[in-house]
């Protein structure tokens, strides 16, 4: 009994393993692609499989969160350059990271680099675009997928929203962020994020 127990569990482990090796893989895929130039990919299979790896779950929040600071203090002090320098490198610690891509576009074209604007700005369009096409956000059931809880706050500021309140709800096996906010015109709305893969990523950083 004993023996059958530990293959049982054996099992499991090669199992859960296995997956995670598969989304190493079609995250490396692709986003090796990306940063070679090639900007016409499939950015929803690109996040929810690199969101998915032991990289990105292990990823520096803490240290993205400071350079971020700095480089919006210089952005408004208008310095192009360190901005650059800064969106670099968070995108070193987190290639996925939309505002470090339009924060690096926003600089390059500032200093005469259109090529690369462009291709940043393709990058944050297309990881943008595709937590819009994820879901309505209507409620739960089509709520649209996240990867973390950065890309809601990417997503309210790049619509003009104003947050004022969020709580977690759940329908099935749906857990969602529920975003109460108010939109460029003043209007109320309510915003359902999908956080299933945000929470999955926190159990297996405490594991």
């Known amino acids: ?3 059958f127990t530990l293959t049982v569990v054996a099992a499991l482990f090669l199992t859960v393993a296995s ?6 893989k079609a995250c490396a895929e692709i986003l090796n692609k990306v940063k070679s130039g090639e900007t016409a990919v499939d950015y929803a299979a690109l996040r929810q499989n690199c969101g998915r790896t032991s ?3 292990q990823r520096k929040q803490t240290q993205i969160d400071k350079i971020r600071k700095e480089m919006f203090e210089a952005a408004n002090a208008g310095k192009h ?18 505002t470090a891509h339009k924060m690096l576009s926003w600089s390059l074209e500032a200093l005469g680099d259109s090529v690369g604007a462009k291709r940043h700005l393709d990058i944050e369009i297309g990881l943008l675009r595709s937590i819009g096409q994820s879901g309505s956000g209507k409620n739960c059931k089509e709520s649209k997928v996240v990867i973390d809880v950065e890309e809601e706050y990417f997503v309210m500021w790049i619509m003009g929203w104003k947050l004022k309140r969020q709580q977690t709800v759940s329908d099935g096996d749906i857990t969602c962020d529920l975003m109460q906010v108010v939109d460029s015109e003043g209007n109320e709305r309510s915003e359902y994020f999908n956080v299933n893969i945000v929470f999955e990523n926190y159990r297996r950083s405490y594991k």
């Open 1 to 3: 009994m004993k023996r």
């Open 19 to 24: 997956f995670a090796d598969e989304y190493e």
């Open 55 to 57: 990289w990105y779950v």
């Open 81 to 98: 350059e360190e901005v650059k320098k800064l969106a670099q490198s968070i995108l070193d610690l987190n290639y996925l990271n939309m």
